[in-house]
């Protein structure tokens, strides 16, 4: 702790206005705040303030998303590594050149993102397309709109329609045969991309993957998302600890199991398989909760969520898509403002009501 | 309307039971100024002998409501700004008596004896006591009342707590009591005391229980619901220029007893002084006008501190300027100045942190007193719309759409949403992930609105 201090001290004058490197003063900022919080007192009243802070907001984010990382790297290999490596430096590149030249601090948004983004694609996607999807998903879908907490649309999965419009080859032939046994492939370096295909492909051919399979994630599919267990551990916890909305979970699950079960003649044990295949439950806890880019009212979360639900079973069920939590995440982001004002002027309309 | 939102900061320093005394000092402060008032218009020459309860400056811009010397002494006016100062003291002298009603009598309504009740309130410094419930601002002595309501429960950490300013003075607040209702015609009188359930809570329960006309409203301890803004909408009492809701609060009840039954000025306070960095937290018998130095001072642990007159969540920080105890102080409330940068605290389990949200480990260990100073913890960052505002709000109203609307200068929106319900509790702001000062953006925008309005009378006037 002391030597961090200590050279952080030693490099500050490098940085400070004057110094040869000022022009990236952000980026050492952005370094100093990561070891020492700041000191900043408060000004006004309330004279002390909570502990929550954004960095340990996203932090959070990261813990929950431990099981389903660590579920890629047990089946799809020791590449996983480098990939959340590329990806992190490809969006923290794009955030920190925006912050710098913007003058801004460097947000903490991307250390979500550049986690996110690599469970969300096929696990043998050459490492320049993770760098190019990420730094395109940042830039675009988040920087263009003013930085986190500003954006209007879920950055991580802008970058993927991106590469799934842009290289649909690739998108759709990295697929990984999962590891099993005790280590996985845990223990190998190099894996081999298959182009052949994911459970969910497989079920509109009529083939079904075994549901346990399904369950603990020894099945083809983005790094992330295989791992029904793994998701709905971290996920339990995001929504637990109140950072993931319930509403948007359960809302979302729910319809899109409702609209299942009625697309499916009232098959419960279909469903079921619906709901554990594909993106459902990653997108229900980790990618729809995103609060940036859903609604702020109570009220918005539920008809958004149920949204997302149902555009989800339609485009699965009704199209020749085989999967649509993506889609239907970034239809729930449109949908998110104008959620937001019909309930807004809603509440607006009650409120006028009090005499104070 | 039902009570929502709210949240209890467990600070540490919480202000024991005791009431201590302080010897009398050499000198007393009187600050010129509080939160409501400002005592510009001064009575007394620079080297004047005052007696103990004189009037010494007065507020003409609130009814003239008296600032009044605590004790006898020699009043110097040049010798510090924004305070008259008050020397060669001698509290021995006791103050003047006035005519005042001991009889049983003293809870009937009788207009004529009103009028002599409320110039001894006014002139005896007990009607500083008195707040439209609704706005918290001063009240015109010669109006009528919607209802009165009183609270005894405060729960901003940490300012004088009602159950040490009652024990032993039951039957002066009672007393208190009974000359409010003698302003009352038919109009309710609601007391609002804690639910918990002490020996003594029930004492006064008991106590008042005898008191036909008083309404005991039972209040959940969770701040900021003893506030008589949140009480108010609770009860359904309705907003009025005629007829206003009074407001008091426990000491309010006992001045106004000290004043009417005894005829004695009310000079004393019971203030709290507590917060982290006091070692020996607790309440002192004092006047208006003590050195906050007296006050503190030998207590402090640690250094540097601000000292917050008030509680940490609404009150103003006492400046180098301010040397004594203002009129209006309840408390005061010392905290360390964050100085020192925690080593990568937003990774930690938070084992030793007490938050709102559940994302600290101490979530599962039962509430404890935290020694927070007065760090931001964390750096400033646009909403991400994480809702807890929304939560926490006891005013009902969503404190991340208003500050979207003031972020875009949006006023219209900002009326509409409602941010003249917001009556500045500070929770969103204590709240806030994102370290918005939610609760003063509100403060100045209603100013704004205020001041826009007043530009557009004037312009229809014209
Ligand atoms: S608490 Fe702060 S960050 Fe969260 S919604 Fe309210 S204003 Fe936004
Ligand atoms: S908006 Fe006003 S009433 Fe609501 S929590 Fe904030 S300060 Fe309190």
């Not at chain 1, 075994?210 to 992330?224: C, R, W």
């Not at chain 1, 009220?299 to 555009?311: E, L, P, S």
């Not at chain 1, 998110?336 to 104070?356: G, Y």
């Not at chain 2, 008030?310 to 040397?323: F, H, L, N, R, S």
């Amino acid at each position: 702790m002391r030597l961090v201090a200590n050279l952080l001290d030693r490099a500050r004058p490098l940085f400070d206005e004057g110094g040869r490197l000022n022009f990236f003063k952000p980026v050492f900022d952005a370094g100093d705040a990561f070891f020492f919080s700041p000191a900043t007192a408060t000004a006004v009243a309330p004279h002390a303030r909570d502990p929550l802070d954004v960095k340990r907001y996203m932090t959070t984010v990261i813990i929950a998303l431990v099981p389903a990382t660590l579920a890629s790297i047990y089946f799809f290999g020791l590449r996983m590594i480098p990939v959340f490596i590329v990806s992190y430096a490809a969006g923290g590149a794009v955030e920190v050149l925006f912050a710098t030249v913007r003058k801004e601090e460097v947000n903490e948004g991307f250390l979500v993102t550049g986690l996110i983004f690599p469970l969300v694609l096929p696990p043998a996607l050459p490492l320049w397309m993770v760098a190019v999807g990420c730094a395109f998903g940042v830039l675009i879908g988040k920087e263009l709109f003013g930085g986190t907490g500003r954006n209007l649309f879920n950055a991580a999965l802008v970058g993927r329609v991106f590469l799934g419009l842009a290289y649909p080859k690739a998108m759709s032939g990295a697929w990984v045969e999962p590891g099993t046994g005790l280590l996985g492939r845990a223990t190998e370096l190099s894996v081999d991309a298959v182009a052949s295909a994911t459970p969910l492909a497989l079920a509109k051919a009529g083939e079904f993957t075994a549901t346990t399979d399904l369950f603990f994630g020894s099945v083809l599919g983005s790094a992330g998302e295989t791992s029904a267990l793994a998701i709905i551990l971290g996920g339990v916890f995001l929504v637990g600890v109140g950072v993931a909305s319930w509403r948007t979970t359960v809302s979302f699950l729910g319809s899109f199991a409702v609209l299942s079960l009625v697309l499916h003649g009232g098959d419960v044990g279909t469903v079921g398989w619906h709901m554990l295949a594909g993106g459902v439950l990653f997108g229900a806890f980790f990618m729809a909760t995103d609060p940036v880019t859903s609604p702020m009212t109570s009220a918005g979360k539920w008809i958004y969520g149920i949204v997302i639900g149902v555009a989800t079973a339609l485009i699965r069920n009704l199209t020749g898509y085989v999967e649509g939590v993506t889609f239907a995440i970034l239809l729930g982001n449109i949908f998110a403002p104008v959620l937001d004002e019909t309930f807004i002027a809603a509440s607006v309309r009650r409120l006028r009501e009090q005499k104070a | 309307m039902k009570l929502r939102g709210g949240y209890n900061v467990h600070l540490a320093g919480r202000p024991t039971n005791e009431v201590r005394d302080l010897p009398a000092p050499e000198r007393l402060y009187l600050p010129l100024r509080s939160r409501r008032f400002t005592f510009s218009e001064i009575d007394v020459t620079d080297g004047q002998k005052v007696a103990c309860g004189d009037e010494i400056a007065k507020d003409p811009g609130n009814f003239n409501v008296p600032l009044l010397a605590p004790y006898a002494g020699t009043v110097r006016l040049d010798a510090l700004e924004g305070h008259v100062v008050l020397e060669d003291l001698d509290p021995a002298a006791g103050c003047s008596v006035r005519e005042h009603d001991e009889s049983a009598e003293r809870s009937r309504y009788d207009p004529a004896v009103s009028e002599w009740k409320r110039r001894m309130l006014l002139e005896l410094g007990a009607w500083q006591f008195f707040a439209d419930a609704h706005t918290g601002t001063p009240l015109d002595p010669s109006g009528t009342p919607g209802a009165i309501l009183v609270t005894t429960v405060h729960l901003d950490p940490h300012v004088a707590r009602g159950d040490v300013l009652l024990r032993g003075r039951l039957d002066e607040f009672a007393r208190g009591l009974e000359h409010l209702q003698s302003f009352l015609e038919y109009q309710p009188i609601y007391v609002a005391m804690s639910d918990i359930r002490t020996d003594f809570a029930s004492e006064v329960r008991e106590k008042l229980r005898g008191h036909a006309f008083v309404n005991l409203v039972a209040v959940p301890r969770r701040y900021p619901y003893g506030h008589p803004v949140a009480l108010a909408r609770h009860l359904g009492l309705t907003p009025s220029l005629e007829n206003p809701v009074w407001a008091l609060t426990t000491a309010g009840v006992l001045a106004v007893d000290r004043v009417l039954t005894t005829g004695t000025p009310a000079v004393e306070r019971i203030v709290a002084v507590g917060g982290p960095a006091i070692d020996a937290p607790t309440h002192v018998r004092t006047v208006v006008g003590q050195p906050i130095h007296d006050l503190i001072g030998g207590h402090v642990t640690e250094k540097p501190v601000r000292v917050v007159n008030g509680g940490i969540m609404t009150g103003g920080t006492v400046g180098p300027e301010q040397k004594g105890l203002c009129a209006e102080s309840t408390g005061l409330t010392v905290l360390v100045e964050s100085t020192t940068r925690p080593f990568l605290g937003w990774i930690r389990p938070g084992w030793g942190s007490r938050s709102y949200s559940k994302t600290f480990a101490s979530e599962v260990r039962p509430a404890f007193p935290e020694k927070i100073n007065t760090a931001l913890r964390g750096e400033l960052r646009p909403c991400i719309s994480c809702g807890q505002c929304v939560d926490v709000c006891p005013a009902g109203i969503m404190p991340n759409v208003i500050h979207k609307y003031i972020y875009a200068h949006d006023i219209e929106s900002t009326i509409d949403t409602r941010v003249d319900l917001c009556f500045e509790c500070g929770l969103c702001s204590y709240i806030c992930p994102s370290k918005i000062d939610l609760r003063q953006q509100f403060i100045d925008a209603k100013k704004e609105i205020q001041a826009e309005l007043e530009a557009l009378l004037e312009e229809v006037e014209e």
